[in-house]
């Protein structure tokens, strides 16, 4: 295929991550111009192929597909800022990780210029980039993220998580946080046994199994939810709620905090007023689950 301007992508922003996404779109035959705030970092990039632009404006208007390969969304805002005129016809991907409020005013501004916006949440390394194991989540135009798919699949795995501009934002936060519930829980975990003169190491063995039943019993949860059924499963909400005390005792002045016990009994108890006392865990946020009906 011929290389023309039509079918050119600009990498905007060429640290780590654009340097290993610019490379990988040049081994692969595309035409690729790239910019960064300090010129003399394009010149591996330019010895393999890539064409320096002088300025953030120049190379997106020389590109139909726009990768802004950024540390945050200040560095984003900066380069859409520095951006006028109508840029209808370009996809702007935004590929940092930020908040939904980010992408959100990211998105404002695309549709401004009259782009289309999709945001990137980058699941990878650097070193991943090109290979199966990359996953980068998308949201924003589906249209677009469908036109430039072929384009993607180079890259990653990619994942389309929804129309909204926030929803890769939303979705990659929340992956980062799950990660972080379960390891500060295990810190938190370990921390508690080892003041109490345990062993460490023997307790992690069973700590493992725990939070294999997370796990494994993850798709049965999200079910649960999707249905609005609540089964006890292991326990019912009341006996949860007397667990949940033992543990809020347990937590008291730990240096990594009670993680947020007092906030779930609190529900549980709202919700054990409310007559759903045999209900199970996942109640606490399906809403929509109408109290069970009581016997005469």
């Not at 979705?171 to 046994?193: K, P, S």
Request: some cysteine.
């Amino acid at each position: 295929m011929t290389k023309t301007s039509q079918h050119r992508i600009a990498v905007i922003g060429t640290g780590a991550i654009g340097s290993a996404v610019a490379r990988h779109l040049l081994a692969h035959g595309h035409d690729v111009v790239v910019w960064n705030r300090t010129p003399g970092r394009l010149g591996p990039l330019a010895a393999a192929g890539a064409r320096p632009a002088a300025s953030v404006g120049e190379a997106v208007s020389s590109a139909t597909l726009i990768l802004l390969t950024l540390t945050d969304y200040a560095a984003v805002q900066e380069c859409l800022a520095a951006l006028d005129g109508d840029l209808s016809g370009r996809t702007i991907v935004a590929m940092c990780t930020g908040t939904p409020d980010d992408a959100e005013r990211a998105a404002r501004r695309v549709a401004a210029l009259g782009a289309s916006y999709l945001d990137a949440g980058v699941q990878s390394g650097p070193e991943t980039i090109g290979t199966g194991t990359a996953t980068i989540l998308y949201g924003g135009s589906r249209e677009a993220f469908e036109r430039h798919r072929p384009v993607l699949e180079l890259l990653s795995t990619p994942r389309f998580a929804g129309e909204a501009p926030q929803a890769a934002a939303v979705w990659d936060l929340t992956l980062f946080g799950l990660w972080y519930d379960a390891q500060l829980g295990l810190l938190r975990a370990l921390d508690t046994v080892r003041a109490a003169g345990i062993d460490v190491a023997e307790f992690a063995e069973t700590a493992a199994g725990q939070l294999g039943h997370v796990v494994t019993g993850a798709p049965g949860t999200a079910s649960e939810l999707l249905r609005a059924t609540c089964p006890a499963g292991p326990a019912t909400l009341a006996e949860h709620l007397t667990v949940l005390r033992h543990l809020i005792r347990l937590r008291d002045g730990q240096v990594l905090g009670d993680g947020g016990l007092p906030a779930v009994a609190s529900r549980v108890e709202t919700l054990i007023a409310q007559g759903r006392e045999s209900e199970g865990l996942t109640a606490t946020i399906a809403s929509t689950t109408q109290a069970p009906a009581r016997l005469a």
